[in-house]
């Protein structure tokens, strides 16, 4: 014989149930308000990118600053050069600058992925992205420029010597290649509708592209930095 259910017992049943459905009905409202939040914080992260995107400094000076110090001559006022190189440094960091928050801006949110740690306490959402901020740590002109300012203030005479102008010269170009892909950039954006297209489209270009533009400027800076070490080692010999 089936035993009737006491009446207590349907109470404490439909009060576990509507106690459940009440928690599922928070917890819900609550996942929504995250994706919302979620969603508005993507879109402002779209909206800075874009705006630090258009509103990027052009590279032409710097690179005509790495040029006039590359092409000086013996002639010319040590104290101008030496004004020049001062210029460098500092463009040397703003550039540096402007493109580490770039590539920080540049998040995918097509997987819609949760934020990770990456590089010099930055946050990101793709190892790619991480991958980028490593390329610009190790592109950072200012070491060369660092550099070929120590040994011009030990030249005699003052001239800047052979292997930095070579230098100089070949991270001036790769800087006006840079002005190319950011100025395409630029006008690509301008025809941008949704923040998808910034995900799939210029992001992902500037990451692709700017990856490029990296490697080589770090495939001259160690090229660079090898031969002086070389020059050294034979000197030391040499003694």
């Known amino acids: ?15 576990v149930l509507m106690t459940i459905w009440i928690y599922q009905e928070k917890l819900n409202e609550v996942e929504e308000h995250a994706r919302t939040i979620k969603l508005l914080y993507q879109e402002k992260n779209d909206t800075a990118f874009i705006t630090l995107l258009q509103q990027t400094p052009s590279f032409l000076p710097f690179a005509q600053t790495m040029e006039a110090i590359s092409t000086s001559s013996e002639k010319e006022n040590p104290a ?4 020049q190189i001062e210029r460098a440094k500092s463009q040397s960091k703003e550039w540096e600058a402007r493109i580490w928050t770039l590539i920080e801006f540049s998040d995918d949110h097509t997987n819609n992925p949760d934020p990770l740690p990456m590089l010099n306490h930055s946050v990101g959402t793709s190892e790619k992205q991480n991958k980028m901020l490593e390329l610009t740590f190790h592109a950072r002109i200012w070491r060369v420029v660092y550099s070929v300012s120590g040994t011009y203030w030990k030249a005699k005479p003052k001239l800047i010597d052979e292997e930095s102008r070579t230098t100089l010269t070949a991270i001036a170009n790769e800087l006006r290649s840079m002005e190319k892909t950011i100025n ?5 954006a301008d025809f941008m509708q949704t923040h998808e297209d910034y995900d799939e489209t210029i992001k992902k270009q500037l990451i692709d592209q700017f990856g490029r533009h990296l490697e080589k400027l770090i495939k001259i800076q160690d090229d660079f930095f090898q031969k002086q070490n070389e020059e050294v080692a034979d000197t030391n010999n040499v003694r």
């Not at 014989?1 to 009060?15: D, G, N």
Request: glycine share 0%.
């Open 1 to 15: 014989m089936i035993k009737k259910i006491p009446k207590l017992a349907w109470f404490s049943i439909v009060i």
């Open 80 to 83: 101008r050069i030496q004004q």
């Open 184 to 188: 395409t950039l630029k006008e690509s």
